[in-house]
T-cell receptor, first 114, second 116 residues
């Protein structure tokens, strides 16, 4: 079974631009979460989508947004990029069910803002 | 005070050593405690999870939770060079993403190097 895939793997943008990152979850997984990972703050939760609806949201400004499509693929968008947005953006998918839902992470998209 | 505190290390040990990794937390609502391992240029992968207080063992790995002290630990026995990675603790009030306000709260990670 293929794992979580994220595209692109690396991205360089300049301040003020916007960017869209893509995530394809494991087949059959309907929950997709996004995280930002930086050396200073570690892994921080951005938002979670299930069945095309945002269910949970972290403490990030409105410049960060996302969506989920009917095939569970998800995109996140960051508008008006700032230098501090440089980070590894990780997507994780999970299978709804009983017990602890393991989140399977993709390799991430490394975003550099110049 | 951050919700989850984890010593970033780095931690360097010889092969075969017992490794102890720890996190403290402040949110009493946390019920589920997880340890993730992240290799360089990869996403985190779940190693173990525990519910509430107690111990859980899986091969060379043992996870401990002490809710009274708000302290969790991961022990690695007979450490191997392949264990070299960043170890992240993570916590949640709920078992799965169906719960309201579900999210994983992570520590910043401890970089471990096991030297052959």
């Amino acid at each position: 079974k293929a794992g979580v895939t994220q595209t692109p793997r690396y991205l360089i943008k300049t301040r003020g631009q916007q960017v869209t990152l893509s995530c394809s979850p494991i087949s059959g997984h309907r929950s997709v979460s996004w995280y930002q990972q930086t050396p200073g703050q570690g892994l921080q939760f951005l938002f979670e989508y299930f069945s095309e609806t945002q269910r949970n949201k972290g403490n990030f400004p409105g410049r960060f947004s996302g969506r989920q499509f009917s095939n569970s693929r998800s995109e996140m968008n960051v508008s008006t990029l700032e230098l501090g947005d440089s980070a590894l953006y990780l997507c994780a998918s999970s299978l709804e069910g009983t017990g602890v839902n393991e989140q399977f992470f993709g390799p991430g998209t490394r975003l550099t803002v110049l | 005070q951050k919700e989850v505190e984890q010593d970033p290390g780095p931690l360097s040990v010889p092969e075969g050593a017992i490794v102890s990794l720890n996190c403290t937390y402040s949110n009493s609502a946390f019920q589920y405690f997880m340890w993730y391992r992240q290799y360089s240029r990869k996403g985190p992968e779940l190693l173990m999870y525990t519910y509430s207080s107690g111990n859980k063992e899986d091969g060379r790995f043992t996870a401990q939770v002490d809710k009274s002290s708000k302290y969790i630990s991961l022990f690695i026995r007979d450490s191997q060079p392949s264990d070299s990675a960043t170890y992240l603790c993570a916590m949640s009030p709920f078992a799965n993403s169906g719960g309201s306000n579900y999210k994983l709260t992570f520590g910043k990670g401890t970089l471990l190097t096991v030297n052959p």
